[in-house]
């Protein structure tokens, strides 16, 4: 399954532009994290990739067709989202809320392998034993392994999760991550995954795109090529040392720049958006065309 973005802008009615320009092509199994500061448009654009959000300008298209040409029961067999956080609160137990994640292939005589594709994805996840749980009787970390349970059980082609480990401990945040990136590779799944832990993106993801202010795509690579010091001090604003640690990137933080520093430093660079593609190829290649900056 090929998603890609075209020239994609993204305007809230009150007319502040989230989204400037963005130019993505994603065709390949793995785990893709997206970090950037807050407020640079991560969910936004991924909101627009399974039809939550209409770009205001260009278009998402998955293989070719325009998302908003699919049926929601078409693009939910395609497409798995994990919010960040779920207002859900269901007085059903936690095996009929992942049974939701089958509705788009459920047909007669499907109700055993749908029961057995819930129970793996339970096993794998280690939470078997809240099966007959109610969903509104757990904590929220519990809620939020059943949330990635439920997008997992709706077997896409492409998964998509908003900070899916923020309300996990360390242990399960590892056990979660290596189980994405597991199942990412043998299912030939893309697994989308907002992230704002650096370390996290750079030790498990395959590819990364590094989004900045004001909405825009600054880099897309390999942990190696773009988790470095001057992607750190130019869209954070932090100063940092990168120790090579198992050859992944390990971020030690330093001391946030200043106010005037981040200005001086934004204002010096002349920043030249081509609109070309940024392409993640199967050879692990990357053209990091989409955004580049001229000094």
């Known amino acids: 399954m090929e998603a890609r973005y075209d020239g994609v802008d993204y305007s809230y009615k009150s007319g502040t532009q989230v989204l ?30 399974n039809k939550l959000l209409i770009p205001s300008k260009g278009s998402v298209t998955l293989d070719d067709r325009n998302v908003r040409s699919y049926s929601l ?19 059903m137990t936690v095996i009929d809320t992942v049974l939701m994640g089958r509705h788009p292939h459920q047909k007669v005589g499907s109700e055993k392998n749908d029961m057995h594709i819930v129970y793996q994805v339970l096993d794998d996840l280690k939470i078997t034993h809240l099966a007959l749980r109610n969903y509104n009787e757990l904590s929220a970390g519990q809620h939020q392994k059943v949330s990635i349970a439920r997008g997992l059980a709706q077997e896409p082609d492409i998964l998509i999760l908003d900070e899916p480990t923020a309300n996990l401990d360390v242990r399960h945040q590892v056990q979660v991550i290596e189980l994405l ?25 395959d590819k990364i795109v590094v ?30 040392t990168i120790l090579n640690v198992d050859d992944r990137p390990h971020v030690i933080l330093g001391e946030p720049l200043s106010d005037e520093v981040i200005h001086e430093m934004h204002r010096d660079e002349m920043i030249e958006h081509r609109g070309l593609l940024n392409v993640i190829d199967s050879q692990h290649r990357c053209s990091c065309q989409g955004r580049r900056i001229v000094t």
């Open 20 to 49: 400037h320009d963005i130019n993505l092509k994603i065709y390949e199994p793995g785990l893709l994290c997206i970090i950037g500061p807050n407020g640079v448009g991560k969910s936004t654009m991924v909101k627009c990739m």
């Open 211 to 240: 989004m900045s202010t004001p909405g825009m795509i600054y880099r897309v690579g390999t942990p190696n090529e773009v988790i470095t010091e001057d992607t750190i001090r130019y869209v954070y604003g932090m100063e940092c």
């Open 181 to 205: 990136l597991r199942l990412s590779h043998e299912r030939g799944m893309t697994v989308v995954m907002i992230s704002h832990d650096l370390n996290i993106a750079a030790k498990y993801a």
């Open 73 to 91: 029961k078409e693009l939910s067999k395609t497409i798995g989202f994990v919010p960040a956080t779920s207002s859900d609160n269901f007085s």
